[in-house]
């Protein structure tokens, strides 16, 4: 146990724990954590002004205010979360996360216009190949199968390893996110925003989907002698 003056009376601690940093605390500076009521209760105990409690924090929908005033509190102001998260957003670091949001989204829509432009004309290119297969007996379904599996296999590799390359590198500079933002304690949480993955994985799905099938189309409507022959139709 050491003695601790806190709010001009001199309190015993008998520490329990011991801990390196704390969230809100400047790196390498001495501090203590203590239960609040029984801190509030050994106050009490001394008939002289001392600590008091002076600040609550809570969580949820439902205001705090009439339970404390129901406990013999009397609340004043209430600093709500809106505002404040609406002043963190304005900070330089939230506006460099949307900035990369943006271009990351931004270039999402780019990579789905290119797979999907790059996917229907390459399979124009491959006129002459599909329809020697029409000229020796393939069926249109045979012919539409093997276009399927084709992109499935090539969309499901690139998807594979896009994922796995983009989670290699941000797991590599988790640790030097911290210190660019000047913050010690906690250490960055590495969170996956699954909604806007989903979605994006969504578009391009999409996207090569209505490539495929207009591919296809084009493939089994062109005319067979003609694109043997070198006859564009």
Do not use: C, H
Not at 6 to 26: K, Y
Request: hydrophobic share 55%; charged share 15%.
């Amino acid at each position: 146990m050491f003695p601790a003056t806190l709010g001009g009376q001199e309190i015993e601690l008998d520490p329990v724990a011991g801990a390196i940093q704390f969230p809100s605390m400047l790196p390498n500076q001495p501090f203590i954590v203590t239960s609040g009521t029984a801190l509030l209760e050994r106050a009490a105990a001394v008939p002289e002004p001392g600590l008091v409690l002076n600040e609550v924090w809570a969580e949820g929908e439902r205001s705090p205010v009439p339970a404390l005033r129901q406990k013999g509190f009397f609340p004043g102001d209430v600093a709500r979360t809106a505002p404040i998260e609406g002043f963190l957003a304005q900070l330089p670091q939230s506006l460099a996360l949307g900035m990369n949001f943006v271009a990351a989204a931004g270039g999402a829509g780019l990579v789905v216009v290119g797979v999907a432009a790059a996917l229907y004309f390459a399979q124009r290119r491959r006129d002459y190949e599909f329809a020697a297969l029409r000229a020796m007996g393939a069926a249109s379904g045979q012919i539409v199968r093997t276009l399927a599996l084709e992109q499935v296999l090539l969309l499901g590799f690139a998807v594979v390893a896009g994922l796995g390359l983009g989670y290699l590198l941000l797991r590599l500079m988790m640790p030097y996110v911290g210190p660019s933002l000047s913050v010690a304690y906690p250490p960055p949480v590495f969170l996956m925003d699954w909604v806007s993955l989903g979605v994006a994985l969504a578009a391009i799905v999409a996207a090569t989907t209505i490539a495929l099938a207009l591919s296809a189309r084009a493939l089994l409507r062109a005319s067979v002698t003609g694109v043997l022959r070198g006859e564009a139709e």
